[in-house]
C-alpha cells in the first residue's frame, strides 16, 4: 500500500484532497461502527487510512487528529468513547478553507460509510439496515450520484427481510465502486475483482423521486406499459415539461419503460441509461426514474392544477 509521501495531489486540489481525506474518515468510523460492533479487521482498516495520512500531522486538522488516532488505536481496541471522540473531531475540525459544498461533503461521507462496512469483507443485515437509517436522515442527497442508486438496491434487498448470499455479493460490488482501494489494508481486493466480472451493475432507478413537471426535460426508454411513445411525448408538454429523444446534460428525468423487470435490478437497460449513469458520475443531476413514478407524480400534478 502507498504512504502520503508517494501519493500524487496536484498543486491546485491539495486543499480539496486534504478536505476529501476527512470527510471519508467521518464515514468510514460511521461505517464501522453502523453495526453497534467493531472487530479486529475494522481496527486495521482505520489503521490503514491513519498510516496513508500520519505524514500529515504538520498540518491543521490533521495535527490535532492524527495525535488522536493514534492514542485510540495505541491498544488496538476502539471503544465507545474513542470512537464519538474521533467523530466529533472529523465533525468540528474544519480545513482552514471549506473547498466542498455540502452536497459533495456529505456525497463524501456516504463513501466512506461504504468503506467502513466493507473493511471486514463481511456485509450483515445489521449493516445494511443502519446505511438504510443513514440514507433515510439524508435526503437532501437525493439526485447526487450515488445516493439514488445505493437507496434504490438496499430498499430493494431489505424488501423480504432477509439479506441472502447473492444480494451481499451485489452490495460489495456495488459499494466496491465508491471505495478507494489504495487506503484498504484490509478490503479482499481479488474477490471485488472476481465479482465485477460476473456481476454488471446498470440502470438503477431512484426510490419514491419527487418529480416536478413544469420547465423540465424528459427522455424515455425501453417499452412503457400504458402507452405509445407519441403520446407520452404529447403529455409532457401538454403539462408545461419538455420532451427530448437523447439524453444529455440538459435532461432532468430519464425515464424508464415498466418492461417486466425491477427497476433496481443489475441489467443493462441500453444505451440511454448508460449515458444518463455517465452523466450522473460527472456532476449531472439527471435523476433516473421508473415509469410508474413517473405516471403517479403527473396525475399528481394535474390534479393540483384543477383544484
Known amino acids: 500500500m502507498k504512504d502520503y509521501d508517494s501519493m500524487y495531489f496536484r498543486k491546485y486540489t491539495f486543499k480539496s484532497e486534504l478536505d476529501k481525506a476527512i470527510h471519508t474518515l467521518e464515514g468510514i468510523l460511521k461505517g464501522i461502527v453502523i ?60 480545513p482552514d478553507s471549506v473547498y466542498y459544498d455540502v452536497i459533495t461533503n456529505d456525497i463524501q461521507k456516504l463513501h466512506g460509510i461504504l468503506h467502513g462496512i466493507l473493511a471486514d469483507n463481511i456485509i450483515t443485515q445489521e449493516e445494511i439496515v443502519g446505511l438504510r437509517d443513514w440514507i433515510n436522515e439524508n ?43 489504495n487506503v484498504s489494508s484490509t478490503i479482499d481486493k481479488i474477490e471485488i475483482s472476481k465479482l465485477k466480472e460476473q456481476i454488471n451493475i446498470n440502470g438503477i432507478c431512484a426510490t419514491c423521486p419527487e418529480i416536478f413537471i ?9 417499452k412503457s406499459s400504458k402507452t405509445k411513445r407519441s403520446v407520452i ?28 423487470n425491477p427497476c433496481w435490478a443489475f441489467a443493462c437497460y441500453g444505451r440511454k441509461v448508460e449515458e444518463a449513469i455517465k452523466l450522473r458520475k460527472n456532476g449531472h443531476h439527471i435523476m433516473i426514474v421508473h415509469e410508474n413514478d413517473f405516471w403517479d407524480s403527473l396525475e399528481d400534478y394535474v390534479a393540483e392544477l384543477k383544484s
Open 139 to 181: 435526503n437532501h442527497l437525493i439526485g447526487s450520484y450515488p445516493y439514488d442508486e445505493i437507496n434504490s438496491v438496499i430498499t430493494t434487498v431489505l424488501a423480504d427481510g432477509v439479506l441472502d448470499e447473492e444480494e451481499k455479493k451485489l452490495l460489495k460490488t456495488l459499494f466496491a465502486e465508491f471505495v478507494d482501494l
Open 35 to 94: 453495526d453497534n460492533n467493531v472487530n479486529k479487521k475494522e481496527i486495521e482498516e482505520l489503521t490503514a487510512w491513519y498510516n496513508y495520512y500520519k505524514n500529515l500531522v504538520k498540518k491543521h486538522p490533521f495535527s490535532e487528529l492524527i495525535p488522536t488516532i493514534a492514542a485510540a488505536l495505541d491498544d488496538n481496541f476502539l471503544d465507545d468513547e474513542e470512537l464519538k471522540n474521533l467523530l466529533w473531531l472529523c465533525n468540528n475540525l474544519k
Open 214 to 222: 413544469q420547465g423540465r426535460v424528459f427522455c424515455f426508454t425501453g
Open 233 to 260: 411525448k404529447d403529455t409532457i408538454e401538454s403539462a408545461g415539461g419538455i420532451f427530448k429523444n437523447t439524453v444529455s446534460k440538459q435532461v432532468d428525468y430519464l425515464v424508464v419503460g415498466d418492461n417486466g
